[in-house]
């Protein structure tokens, strides 16, 4: 596609259930990356893939937490038994190089969670 | 640890003017570093790459340079509009490549 796509853009869920967000990168990008925002704060990096390669799963603030991609497609971050800490802006981003290009990385306008 | 530091205080000026936002880092030896452009709702749009060989890079009404002695990125927007009301974030990728840390942003208010 043109962009970067996350779905749904708003999820509001209750605590303790598990939530499953989505993101399509721009085709032919081999990086995807996962970035949490807090209201009023920085982006807090969660995760990368580039390629076959494994990815970097450092930024994961703990195992409730996964993600998955197929290939140089789409993702899925899992939250397991959500928490009300949970709550912030999930943005996905992808670019053509792992070490990005001329170009940066091109976000999309991420999922907006909310645990009550 | 490593840290970027931005203005976390909105920085306010009048339209015409020219706008100069601070990026400081400390226990980092960045590879790259970019700026980024983020308006309430919307995800960070990619604005413009320096690397650590360059000093100064330009586009448009827009200017960054990188100082690796005083590990200080500056961010100048010349005759500032309205429109360039927004967040800005500064952001550094190390030799590896492999993540891109943003600092906390800076708020940027242009008035009429």
């Known amino acids: 596609g043109a962009g970067v796509s996350q779905s749904p853009s708003n999820k509001v869920t209750e605590k303790g259930k598990d939530v499953e967000l989505r993101c399509d990168p721009i085709s032919g990008h081999t990086a995807l990356y996962w970035y949490r925002q807090r209201l009023g704060q920085g982006l807090e990096f969660l995760i990368y893939?580039?390629?076959?390669?494994?990815?970097?799963k450092s930024g994961l603030p703990s195992d409730r937490f996964s993600a998955e991609r197929t290939g140089e497609s789409v993702s899925t971050l899992t939250i397991q038994r959500t928490q009300q800490e949970d709550s912030a802006v999930y943005l996905c981003?992808?670019?053509?190089?792992?070490?990005?290009?001329?170009?940066?990385?091109?976000f999309g306008s991420g999922t907006r969670l909310t645990v009550v | 640890s490593q840290k970027i530091e931005q203005n976390s205080e909105a920085l306010n000026i009048q339209e015409g003017k020219t706008a100069t936002l601070t990026c400081n880092y400390t226990?980092?030896?960045?590879?790259?570093l970019q700026w980024y452009r983020q308006d309430p709702g919307r995800g960070p749009v990619f604005l413009l790459l320096?690397?650590?060989?360059?000093k100064e890079k330009r586009k448009e009404r827009l200017k960054v340079t990188f100082d690796t002695t005083l590990k200080q990125s500056l961010f100048h927007i010349t005759a500032s509009q309205p429109a360039d009301s927004a967040t800005y974030l500064c952001a550094l990728t190390n030799n590896a490549g492999n993540m891109l840390t943003f600092g906390g942003g800076t708020r940027l208010m242009v008035k009429p």
């Open positions: 981003a992808s670019s053509l190089l792992l070490r990005g290009s001329r170009n940066g990385y091109t």
């Open positions: 320096i690397r650590e060989n360059e």
């Open positions: 226990n980092y030896s960045p590879a790259y």
């Open positions: 893939f580039q390629g076959n390669s494994a990815p970097d």
